[in-house]
């Protein structure tokens, strides 16, 4: 079965750094990948996916991301952050059931604090 | 632009009650899927539905099911309410094909059972 593993619960960086938020998969074919942002509360966000084709995707926002199938990883970048940052990031990794409209699998999120 | 929307946004029920959720897909989405998410926790995957047909199932406990409409709204129907299944219900909905496609997520329900 799939699992997304995101090591980091809570990380803090200071405004206008830059921010790295690692994600490792465990899939047997080829995933697909998402990051979706969560605010307090509120629903969830797509930042970028990652189907096929280019490793390196871009999102809103600034964001991208790096698919590296050897290291089983798609680490979620932002040359400079912003306040506005602040939330919740979740990896996920879409189920493979056969059935066509497949579930998503879910890292556990990483909590992004913004320090001024 | 149009996206999914869920009602009730939020809900209040006692143990042992039952509950229904509704979603309405983003227009021309055929596709509906289902998450709990619990405090603190990240979403679960619950079930999905494609052309009216169940597609995909999670971790959907017995006392919930779930069926999509002829117009492709969905409506999540939860009985013998416990004290745990307070959480917030996300839908999410996808175009054809569903498979790869990706999954726009509605506001939430926010269930609460006292």
């Known amino acids: 079965a799939q699992s997304v593993t995101q090591p980091d619960i809570h990380i803090t960086v200071s405004e206008g750094a830059s921010l790295e938020l690692r994600c490792n998969y465990s899939?047997?074919?080829?995933?697909?990948l998402f990051w979706y942002v969560q605010s307090p509360g509120q629903g969830l966000q797509l930042l970028l996916k990652?189907?096929?084709?280019?490793?390196l995707v871009q999102g809103i926002k600034g964001f991208e991301a790096e698919f590296k199938r050897s290291q089983s990883s798609f680490n979620l970048r932002k040359p400079s952050v912003h306040w506005s940052d602040a939330a919740e990031y979740f990896c996920a990794v879409g189920r493979d059931s056969g059935g066509g409209a497949d579930g998503l699998t879910f890292g556990k999120g990483t909590h992004l604090i913004i320090q001024p | 632009a149009a996206g999914v929307i869920q009602s009730p946004r939020h809900l209040i029920k006692e143990k042992r009650e039952t509950a229904t959720l509704k979603c309405y897909p983003i227009p021309r989405h055929d596709t509906v899927y289902w998450y709990q998410q619990g405090p603190g926790q990240d979403p679960q995957f619950l079930i999905s539905f494609y052309e009216k047909m169940q597609s995909d199932k999670g971790s959907i406990p017995d006392r919930f099911s779930a069926q999509q409409f002829s117009d492709y709204h969905s409506e999540l129907n939860m009985s013998s309410l416990e004290l745990g299944d307070s959480a917030l219900y996300f839908c999410?909905?996808?175009?054809?094909?569903?498979?790869?496609?990706?999954?726009?997520f509605g506001p939430g329900t926010r269930l609460t059972v006292l």
């Open positions: 899939y047997g074919a080829t995933p697909y």
């Open positions: 999410a909905s996808s175009s054809y094909p569903p498979t790869r496609d990706t999954q726009y």
């Open positions: 990652y189907f096929s084709g280019d490793t």
